[in-house]
């Protein structure tokens, strides 16, 4: 268990809904003892959480979360004793587990059974939750079931479908939904003074995720690094099968390191496809990755519908291995195999 780290709670973008959502229940004291936020990375989930944990123990009840008493800010800056994060394990080497053991889940148990320390509810935000183990789930589930007062448990997912059923039905499920293209283009613009061009640029690529989109804004190597994956997955799509098993033998390894990663990894792929979809069907202007047109119109023309279309199915299917335990590089190397070659089929 850890304490959060923080400089300071950042502004929530595009979640207005949900921040009206809760400030009414807590307004009413309808609080859920436990939530289940949905969304792809960099959404704003753990904004959210914070928020949350802010509505719980803010010294001025009514405004819900003032951001300014030191109950806010204290768990804005990640110094409150009664919010804790629990996310993936250190391992001995230091480099992060696949998985929350259930040891992890046992310890949250005990800390949930003290009273808070300083404040009037004691937090827990559960990271990554689909990657509990079975045990942890079902350890998780035994706190669900007789949950202790004064606690709200809140667990952030990407992907719903890997938390068990019996854990699901016992949260109260809030889905965070990416910003509109344009909006977080003009939010880009006016509150963090990015010129037009490059905003709608940011923009495209974040999926509509503030998060990603605020970061990149910040740190030019985040959207460096993003376009030349964009232009690593442009190749791979131009290459031959040794180079396409090399990717996937590296990709592999590197799901056992670094799941996060690899699942980003393989969003790019298909934001890649997905592009060559809407090139082959003659939208290009629906096309994300616009400001590599003359890549898509290149490699579309070399492919149909029915096999860019056949080929997103097949991707989909491979990243339901990969969350099924099979072995990575085998997943991706069949995956390498159905990925159409300029001019052909398959592979």
């Known amino acids: 268990m850890r304490s959060l780290i923080g400089a300071e709670a950042p502004r929530i973008y595009g979640q207005d809904g949900v921040l009206k959502l809760l400030h009414t229940a807590s307004g009413a004291d309808r609080l859920a003892h436990a939530y289940l936020l949905v969304g792809p990375p960099h959404v704003g989930k753990m904004t959210v959480a914070l928020y949350l944990a802010q509505l719980v123990n803010c010294e001025d009840p009514e405004s819900g979360s003032c951001q300014t008493c030191g109950q806010c800010m204290r768990i804005a ?8 994060v629990l996310g993936l394990p250190t391992n001995d080497d230091g480099a992060l587990g696949t998985q929350i053991r259930i040891e992890q889940v046992r310890e949250l148990r005990k800390q949930a059974s003290l009273r ?3 404040g009037r ?5 559960l990271q990554d939750s689909e ?15 007789e949950p202790p007062p004064g606690v709200l448990l809140v667990l952030l997912t990407a992907d719903e479908d890997a938390l068990l059923p019996t854990v699901l039905s016992r949260c109260q499920r809030i889905e965070l939904r990416p910003m509109s293209i344009s909006d977080l283009q003009e939010v880009l613009n006016s509150d ?10 940011i923009a495209r690529l974040s999926g509509g995720c503030p998060g990603w989109a605020i970061s990149a804004c910040r740190e030019q190597g985040i959207l460096d690094g993003r376009l030349d994956a964009l232009g690593e997955q442009a190749s791979l799509a131009e290459g031959d099968l040794p180079s396409r098993f090399r990717f996937a033998n590296s990709l592999g390894s590197a799901f056992y390191r670094d799941r996060p990663r690899v699942r980003e990894v393989l969003d790019l792929c298909q934001s890649w496809w997905m592009d060559l979809l809407l090139f082959t069907a003659g939208v290009p ?19 149909t519908l029915p096999q860019t279309h056949a080929f997103l199915n097949d991707l989909t299917r491979a990243r339901d291995m990969l969350e099924r335990n099979v072995i990575p590089r085998l997943a991706l190397e069949w995956l390498m195999l159905k990925m159409p070659v300029p001019g052909g089929q398959a592979a």
Do not use: C, M, W
């Open 116 to 118: 808070p320390y300083e």
């Open 121 to 125: 509810t004691r937090v827990f935000i």
């Open 285 to 303: 202007d629906q096309a994300v990755n616009i400001h590599l047109a003359e890549k898509l119109e290149a490699q579309s023309r070399n492919l």
């Open 192 to 201: 963090f003074s990015v010129d037009e061009d490059r905003a709608g640029l």
């Open 77 to 84: 800056s990640g110094h409150h004793a009664d919010v804790q």
């Open 131 to 145: 990657l509990l183990t079975n045990e942890a789930a079902n350890s998780l589930l035994k706190y669900l079931e």
